[in-house]
């Protein structure tokens, strides 16, 4: 009887089965999340702090384990052998049973954590139960869904972050960024915060939590009432902590994508991006490469930026008091504020940028702008108390459970297998969006291609986690200077040619297109006098 033959390499056969260190670091890794299963069903380990690290390890060291049967006997180089013949990486059964019980898992951790045994009145129960001794040691409080979740998505970046590093290990730009991506993880996003909920032991400090690498507009809730006067009633440290908040988002965040692209974020500091490229890196070809879901892209990124900006705009101002001899910030004050400030980004990119700007980018942009300035008009003549039509409250809601939920965690995460790795940097993280269009108008990186030595093998492309089709700009030799671009390098990583290159360097000439197009009407002396 005639068999499918699903092997299309003229090479070789992707292995049939994994090796034997493979299926002992299977064991161990399975052994620890089985740990940590019984748990969330209710098993009462006797000594919770033993069995808690006896699972933590066993996931951290199968993880380890497996990625040393996978390349320690391979010859350097990326290895992505078979992935489309995987059913974890090619979409099929083991792909969508994963998608979905991540899914499920983001659905229970979001919006019902007493199913993982949150206790807000008592002793926990279930897996946070399991997590109380780690989380005792570092804050001195019991575990919340969150503190579970912080702590194995950190194992999580930091055990895949290993994986990936023996990978690329003949890649000095992967093992750096690599590297960092875990630190900040690590000491940022989990160590720290814990750290100064301990100081909120004493009357002096009642800290938010606050992870310092987190900027607006990722970090929706910097501008809440609850996380302004956590941060205005613990003195000094507060308030410095409020202004490095701030100082990020304008000072340190522009110069930074403007010296180096939105990679000294996307894929050296944050964690969502972190994350991606450790644990989603199996999945990065899943992403969608077509014209339409470059459409997409754009229109949502930047809805969800507009989102962004009147949601925290309403909550600030809800927040500031109206009377002028109290306060020299007054609500109405701010709101001009922001609404000068939108206004003049908009003037500015008009007159020096515009012709940068695709025709759908440009309509985007006035209709945006019209929407928001409206609304400021709206709220100014109605005298009504409610910014923007709805409560601050409710927008603040709706947000939190549409984008910060929803969007990033069980579509975001949840769905790496089916997706790609980066669906929420793609399509959803405002962060991304401001970055992104800094990155295009204002900023010194591109890739550049040595268009000559390309080979059209499409590898670029495939690996492309953000569905850059990196190859068709390689073709024409032209820079690729693209919004969504978050530089992991991996392009350039896997182009057996060495066509790509990430670059910094003079924005003159940086965007090239036209020129480059198929050479009819180059004029190349010119072209090479402005290079
Ligand atoms: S174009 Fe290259 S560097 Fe940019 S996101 Fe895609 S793979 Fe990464
Ligand atoms: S990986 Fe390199 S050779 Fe292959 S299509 Fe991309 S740029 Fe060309």
């Known amino acids: 009887m005639d068999t499918i033959q699903r092997n299309m390499s003229l090479t070789g056969e992707p292995p049939k089965t994994i090796n034997r260190t493979q299926k002992i670091a299977t064991f161990i890794g399975m ?10 069903f209710n098993v009462n380990f006797p000594n919770k702090g033993l069995w808690l690290s006896i699972a933590l390890l066993s996931i951290t060291s199968g993880i380890i384990l497996f990625a040393k049967g996978a390349y320690s006997n391979e010859l350097e180089g990326i290895k992505n052998h078979g992935v ?29 954590p007493v199913y993982l045994g949150l206790n807000s009145e008592g002793e926990n129960t279930g897996i946070i139960a399991l997590f109380d001794p780690l989380s005792r040691i570092l804050s001195g409080n019991p575990a919340s869904q969150w503190f579970v979740y912080g702590t194995l998505y950190t194992i999580a970046i930091f055990a895949f972050g290993i994986k990936f590093i023996w990978k690329y290990r003949h890649n000095r730009y992967e093992k750096i960024r690599t590297m960092s991506v875990m630190f900040f993880q690590t000491a940022f996003a989990f160590l720290i915060p814990e750290f100064m909920a301990r100081l909120n032991d004493s009357e002096a400090y009642n800290l938010p939590y606050y ?107 809800t927040y500031l008091g109206s009377d002028p001899n109290a306060y020299w910030l007054t609500r109405d004050v701010f709101l001009i504020g922001v609404a000068i400030f939108l206004t003049l980004i908009f003037v500015l990119i008009w007159i020096f940028k515009k012709q940068e700007l695709k025709k759908d980018a440009r309509y ?9 300035i409206g609304l400021f008009l709206i709220h100014s003549f109605s005298g009504s108390n409610n910014i923007f039509i709805f409560e601050a409250s409710t927008l603040r809601l709706w947000y939190g459970f549409l984008i910060g939920a929803v969007f990033s965690g069980v579509i975001g995460t949840g769905f790496y297998p089916i997706f790609g790795s980066r669906v929420w940097c793609r399509f959803g993280c405002p962060m991304a969006a401001i970055l992104g269009l800094q990155q295009r108008l204002f900023s010194r990186f591109r890739i550049t291609t040595n268009g000559g030595q390309c080979i059209s093998c499409g590898n670029c492309s495939t690996y492309c986690e953000m569905g850059i089709d990196v190859r068709a700009y390689a073709q024409k030799g032209e820079n690729i200077v693209r919004a969504s671009c978050v530089g992991c390098g991996i392009c350039s990583a896997v182009c057996p040619r060495g066509v790509l290159k990430l ?29």
């Open 31 to 40: 052994f620890g999340l089985a740990i940590l299963l019984l748990a969330t």
């Open 84 to 112: 489309w013949f995987k059913s974890i990486s090619s979409r099929g059964f083991l792909a969508w049973i994963s998608g979905i019980s991540l899914t499920g898992f983001y659905v229970i951790l979001y919006f019902y």
């Open 211 to 317: 992870d310092l690498k987190s900027i607006w507009p990722l970090n929706y809730y910097l501008f809440d009432s609850y996380s302004l006067d956590g941060l205005l009633s613990s003195g000094n440290l507060g308030l410095y902590m409020l202004l490095f908040g701030v100082v990020s988002i304008f000072i340190i965040t522009p110069i930074l994508t403007y010296k180096y692209g939105k990679r000294w974020y996307c894929s050296w500091v944050c964690g969502c991006g972190g994350l991606a490229e450790t644990a989603g890196d199996p999945f990065r070809h899943l992403s969608d490469k077509s014209q339409f879901a470059w459409k997409v892209e754009r229109w949502v990124i930047h809805s969800v930026l507009v989102f962004a900006v009147l949601m925290t705009t309403a909550m600030v101002s």
């Open 364 to 372: 985007g942009a006035i209709g945006y702008f019209v929407i928001i």
């Open 503 to 531: 670059e910094n360097g003079p924005m003159q000439g940086r965007i090239d297109g036209n020129e480059i197009l198929l050479g009819n009407d180059v004029d190349l002396m010119t072209l090479v006098n402005k290079n």
